[in-house]
C-alpha cells in the first residue's frame, strides 16, 4: 500500500535539490510502516516545486503546466537516481540503463550561467529549451551530476536505521541517521532490546 503524502511531511529535506527529489518517498511507521509517495498527482509535483524554488531557481524558469507527462519524467528519474545512489553507497556501479535515464533528463534542455547585468553577483540562469518541465528536470538531474561527480559524494549515506529508505549528506562525522526521527526509532529499539535481554 502506498500513502499519499504532503511535501512537508518529507522527514528530510532541503538536503539537496536532487536527495529532496530521491526522498519523496520514503517510509512511515519503521520496519512494519508503509511506503508513503509525496508525488502521486501533477498538483502534487506543482507544490514539490514550489518548495524548491529556490535551488530550482524558478525565477529563471520558463511558465507553464506541469501535468501528467512532466509528473511522469520526474517520477522516471526519480526512480534512476535512486537506483544509482543505492549502488554508490554500496561501493558498487550504477545500471547504465539508470545513468542514461540522468543524463537524457540533463540533454533534454541544456543550460547554463551567465553574468548578471552588473557583471558579479547572482548568476543569471538561461536554457535552451522554453518548456517548464523539462528545464526544471533538467536542473535536477545535473544537481545530481555534480553530487556524483564533485567532493559532496563522499559525503553520501544512506541512511542505516531498519526500514529506511533516506538518503542524506552526512557533513559533520556526528550525523548518523537521516533525521532524529531515525535515531530516536534505532535508540528506543536497542533500549527494549536491551531489556527484553534481563
Ligand atoms: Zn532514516
Given at each position: 500500500m502506498?500513502?499519499?503524502g504532503?511535501?512537508?511531511e518529507?522527514?528530510?529535506?532541503?538536503?539537496?535539490?536532487?536527495?529532496?527529489l530521491?526522498?519523496?518517498?520514503f517510509?512511515r511507521?519503521?520496519?512494519?510502516?508503509?511506503l508513503?509517495?509525496?508525488?502521486v498527482?501533477?498538483?502534487d509535483?506543482?507544490e514539490?516545486?514550489?518548495?524548491?524554488?529556490?535551488?530550482?531557481?524558478l525565477?529563471?524558469?520558463?511558465?507553464?503546466?506541469?501535468?501528467a507527462?512532466?509528473l511522469?519524467?520526474?517520477?522516471e528519474l526519480?526512480?534512476?537516481?535512486?537506483?544509482?545512489?543505492t549502488?554508490?553507497?554500496?561501493?558498487?556501479?550504477a545500471?547504465?540503463?539508470?545513468?542514461?535515464?540522468?543524463?537524457?533528463?540533463?540533454?533534454?534542455?541544456p543550460?547554463?550561467?551567465?553574468?548578471p547585468?552588473?557583471?558579479?553577483?547572482?548568476p543569471v540562469?538561461?536554457?535552451?529549451?522554453g518548456?517548464r518541465?523539462?528545464?526544471?528536470?533538467?536542473?535536477?538531474?545535473?544537481?545530481?551530476?555534480?553530487?556524483?561527480t564533485?567532493?559532496g559524494?563522499?559525503?553520501?549515506?544512506a541512511c542505516p536505521?531498519?526500514?529506511?529508505?533516506?538518503f542524506?549528506?552526512q557533513?559533520?562525522?556526528?550525523r548518523?541517521?537521516?533525521?532524529t526521527?531515525c535515531?530516536?526509532?534505532?535508540?528506543?529499539?536497542?533500549?527494549?532490546?536491551r531489556q527484553?535481554?534481563?
Amino acid at each position: 500500500m502506498v500513502e499519499r503524502g504532503a511535501v512537508d511531511e518529507m522527514p528530510v529535506g532541503g538536503e539537496h535539490l536532487a536527495l529532496d527529489l530521491v526522498n519523496s518517498t520514503f517510509i512511515r511507521g519503521g520496519l512494519r510502516g508503509h511506503l508513503v509517495d509525496v508525488l502521486v498527482e501533477p498538483s502534487d509535483l506543482g507544490e514539490w516545486v514550489e518548495r524548491h524554488a529556490v535551488g530550482l531557481d524558478l525565477a529563471s524558469a520558463p511558465s507553464g503546466r506541469l501535468g501528467a507527462a512532466e509528473l511522469a519524467a520526474f517520477l522516471e528519474l526519480r526512480r534512476a537516481l535512486r537506483a544509482v545512489l543505492t549502488a554508490v553507497v554500496a561501493g558498487g556501479a550504477a545500471e547504465p540503463a539508470d545513468v542514461a535515464v540522468v543524463n537524457a533528463a540533463v540533454r533534454a534542455a541544456p543550460g547554463w550561467v551567465e553574468l548578471p547585468a552588473g557583471g558579479a553577483g547572482d548568476p543569471v540562469r538561461r536554457s535552451l529549451s522554453g518548456e517548464r518541465g523539462p528545464v526544471l528536470l533538467a536542473r535536477v538531474a545535473r544537481a545530481a551530476v555534480e553530487l556524483l561527480t564533485g567532493g559532496g559524494r563522499e559525503q553520501l549515506r544512506a541512511c542505516p536505521a531498519p526500514g529506511c529508505i533516506l538518503f542524506f549528506l552526512q557533513q559533520h562525522a556526528r550525523r548518523a541517521w537521516c533525521s532524529t526521527a531515525c535515531g530516536t526509532r534505532v535508540r528506543v529499539a536497542r533500549h527494549s532490546r536491551r531489556q527484553s535481554e534481563v
